[in-house]
């Protein structure tokens, strides 16, 4: 099981970090991401980090801003969010993959309820 949280409501400019704590023995070993869904909008990839840590991917939207981290020990994975936008406002879930690397939700068989992001202008 997956646990986000974390969200709430914040500036334009702001930041926010969620966490993402996992339960099993897996954790480690699995592929980790974190998604949003905007309303009307389809679920989209924000970033995924692999098992280690060192590899990883964000979307072009939030490069530079945001950062992916785990804690292998803590089975916890963060997602330190900068210099908010208003586009960045969504519900943002956090997944678990323990099938290899991928960027896609069909590529993610493991989901956290989610936390609403929401940045005002």
């Known amino acids: 099981q997956l646990q986000a949280s974390g969200g709430g409501l914040v500036q334009a400019g702001g930041s926010l970090r969620l966490s993402c704590a996992a339960s099993?023995?897996?954790?480690?070993?699995?592929?980790m991401g974190w998604f949003r869904q905007a309303p009307g909008k389809e679920r989209e990839c924000v970033t995924v980090?692999?098992?280690?840590?060192?590899?990883?991917y964000f979307a072009d939207s939030v490069k530079g801003r945001f950062t992916i981290s785990r804690d292998n020990a803590k089975n916890t994975v963060y997602l330190q969010m900068n210099s908010l936008k208003p586009e960045d406002t969504a519900v943002y879930y956090c997944?678990?993959?323990?099938?290899?690397?991928?960027?896609?939700?069909?590529?993610?068989?493991?989901w956290g309820q989610g936390t609403q992001v929401t940045v005002s202008s």
């Open positions: 099993g023995r897996t954790f480690s070993s699995n592929v």
């Open positions: 980090t692999g098992w280690s840590g060192f590899t990883t």
């Open positions: 997944a678990a993959s323990s099938r290899g690397w991928g960027t896609s939700p069909a590529d993610f068989g493991s």
